[in-house]
């Protein structure tokens, strides 16, 4: 059918005594016009992961997929780059493994960004005996490990924390502890927080409002709040939990205890200050406020656990049971609403210019691994089925080499599909 906006008004009901939202908004429809995306380059699978840790880094202009995989029964983290080349292999360090003597040490997902004085590309993970090791993404070499003091398994965070321009590497225990890195140290915790509860969730650095490097905001207005810098980490304890915001020096600046129990978290700038976006098993949204922890909205979204994936301006783009939603990141306003078709669950969604149309847009995957390309309206511009199970969100990085993103997907066997979209 042709576009088209089956519901065009949007009306929010309060609660009750709750304050949760309960919206009826604008349902866009599936465009059979979309094109079907091209598959320009597929590798082949790999032992040892999901696909849910993978990441991209890109390496003097050359993106590389970095992986947890298994060489001859070993651990080993992986870079292949497009065509299949394997560029490096690092075997896995960091202590007896979680399990036994006999098995490959567990890890945590990957996480990739530029860190320390030289602003250098990092790939960092935890192993599930408790150490932080940190790779150089150019070609593997171990940068530095760390004893966390606990078990770890937990993906790291790797952001300005301190607001002195460089990048520094956190990570947390899983009974509650959070730690501090220099990457131009000597492996040497800056900070080391208790919390007194557990954590299961990967923390996030805040580098948010008024921004150093004078950019803008996620809604491409200069900002006008101060700068926070900051770590958020989320605790659980018997039915409650909690969202703790940490200093550079690792004090609390803040503790709340949110409505939902998040299954994900993101974190996004707007014009009135940073949020963090926290997606619930009950399917409601939350926002908090990053300043002081207070709440800025709630609003239910589907009565089945949500994803939240990535900001674009002034809207954060949420995986649900057969559904995706653009939310207003100011007032909880849901935007628009797009269906797969089905139940299946959809992974955190992506956001990246894959149209090249020169705006930002969503790209969800879910757990059959059909792909939905959506322009900032909401309507699919592009689809594919790749005919796997994926648990992965989408990565993006120019693989053809035209200037323009395309989509990754790394599915449960390990295998990378890029997808013109």
Same mark, same amino acid.
């Given at each position: 059918?042709?576009?088209?906006?089956?519901?065009?008004?949007?009306?929010?009901?309060?609660?009750?005594?709750?304050?949760?939202?309960?919206?009826?908004?604008?349902?866009?429809?599936?465009?059979?016009?979309?094109?079907? &995306?091209?598959?320009?380059?597929?590798?082949?699978?790999?032992?040892?992961?999901?696909?849910?840790?993978?990441?991209?880094?890109?390496?003097?202009?050359?993106?590389?997929?970095?992986?947890?995989?298994?060489?001859?029964?070993?651990?080993?983290?992986? &870079?292949?780059?497009?065509?299949?080349?394997?560029?490096?292999?690092?075997?896995?360090?960091?202590?007896?493994?979680?399990?036994?003597?006999?098995?490959?040490?567990?890890?945590?997902?990957?996480?990739?960004?530029?860190?320390?004085?030289?602003?250098?590309?990092?790939?960092?993970?935890?192993?599930?005996?408790?150490?932080?090791?940190?790779?150089?993404?150019?070609?593997?070499?171990?940068?530095?490990?760390?004893?966390?003091?606990?078990?770890?398994?937990?993906?790291?965070?790797?952001?300005?924390?301190?607001?002195?321009?460089?990048?520094?590497?956190?990570?947390?225990?899983?009974?509650?502890? &959070?730690?501090?890195?220099?990457?131009?140290?000597?492996?040497?915790?800056?900070?080391?927080?208790?919390?007194?509860?557990?954590?299961?969730?990967?923390?996030?650095?805040?580098?948010?409002?008024?921004?150093?490097?004078?950019?803008?905001?996620?809604?491409?207005?200069?900002?006008?709040?101060?700068?926070?810098?900051?770590?958020?980490?989320?605790?659980?304890?018997?039915?409650?939990?909690?969202?703790?915001?940490?200093?550079?020096?690792?004090?609390?600046?803040?503790?709340?205890?949110?409505?939902?129990?998040?299954?994900?978290?993101?974190?996004?700038?707007?014009?009135?200050?940073?949020?963090?976006?926290?997606?619930?098993?009950?399917?409601?949204?939350?926002?908090?406020?990053?300043?002081?922890?207070?709440?800025?909205?709630?609003?239910?979204?589907?009565?089945?656990?949500?994803?939240?994936?990535?900001?674009?301006?002034?809207?954060?783009?949420?995986?649900?049971?057969?559904?995706?939603?653009?939310?207003?990141?100011?007032?909880?306003?849901?935007?628009?609403?797009?269906?797969?078709?089905?139940?299946?669950?959809?992974?955190?969604?992506?956001?990246?210019?894959?149209?090249?149309?020169?705006?930002?847009?969503?790209?969800?995957?879910?757990?059959?691994?059909?792909?939905?390309?959506?322009?900032?309206?909401?309507?699919?511009?592009?689809?594919?089925?790749?005919?796997?199970?994926?648990?992965? &969100?989408?990565?993006?990085?120019?693989?053809?080499?035209?200037?323009?993103?395309?989509?990754?997907?790394?599915?449960?066997?390990?295998?990378?599909?890029?997808?013109?979209?």
């Amino acid at each position: 059918m042709d576009r088209r906006v089956l519901f065009a008004s949007l009306i929010l009901f309060a609660g009750g005594a709750t304050g949760v939202g309960v919206a009826l908004f604008a349902f866009v429809g599936i465009d059979d016009g979309a094109t079907d &995306a091209e598959i320009v380059w597929e590798s082949e699978p790999v032992a040892g992961d999901d696909g849910s840790g993978a990441v991209v880094a890109t390496v003097d202009g050359d993106p590389l997929v970095i992986q947890s995989t298994l060489d001859d029964g070993d651990r080993v983290v992986r &870079a292949t780059a497009v065509g299949g080349d394997v560029e490096w292999t690092t075997p896995v360090s960091g202590g007896e493994p979680a399990e036994s003597d006999d098995d490959p040490p567990s890890i945590s997902g990957l996480v990739s960004d530029t860190a320390g004085d030289d602003a250098h590309r990092v790939v960092a993970f935890t192993t599930g005996s408790g150490t932080l090791v940190v790779l150089d993404a150019n070609d593997g070499t171990e940068r530095f490990t760390a004893d966390l003091g606990g078990d770890g398994g937990i993906p790291p965070a790797i952001g300005d924390l301190d607001a002195d321009g460089n990048g520094e590497i956190a990570a947390v225990t899983t009974d509650g502890s &959070a730690l501090a890195f220099d990457p131009d140290g000597d492996g040497d915790a800056t900070f080391e927080t208790d919390l007194d509860a557990p954590i299961d969730r990967r923390p996030l650095i805040v580098e948010a409002g008024g921004r150093s490097d004078g950019g803008a905001n996620s809604e491409g207005d200069e900002p006008d709040s101060e700068s926070v810098h900051g770590l958020a980490v989320a605790t659980a304890g018997g039915d409650e939990s909690a969202i703790h915001l940490l200093d550079g020096d690792g004090d609390a600046r803040w503790t709340t205890t949110p409505s939902v129990t998040p299954l994900s978290w993101s974190a996004a700038d707007t014009r009135s200050g940073p949020v963090l976006a926290l997606g619930g098993t009950n399917g409601n949204l939350e926002t908090i406020e990053v300043a002081d922890g207070s709440a800025r909205y709630e609003i239910g979204l589907q009565d089945l656990p949500v994803a939240v994936g990535d900001a674009d301006p002034g809207r954060i783009h949420v995986g649900g049971a057969g559904s995706v939603w653009a939310v207003d990141l100011l007032d909880g306003e849901v935007v628009w609403k797009q269906q797969y078709g089905g139940e299946t669950r959809v992974n955190a969604p992506g956001v990246a210019d894959v149209d090249e149309d020169g705006e930002l847009g969503p790209v969800a995957v879910n757990r059959d691994g059909r792909v939905l390309v959506l322009n900032r309206n909401g309507e699919v511009t592009g689809r594919a089925d790749i005919s796997s199970v994926v648990y992965a &969100a989408p990565s993006f990085a120019d693989v053809t080499g035209d200037g323009s993103d395309e989509v990754l997907v790394v599915t449960e066997d390990g295998r990378v599909v890029a997808l013109d979209g």
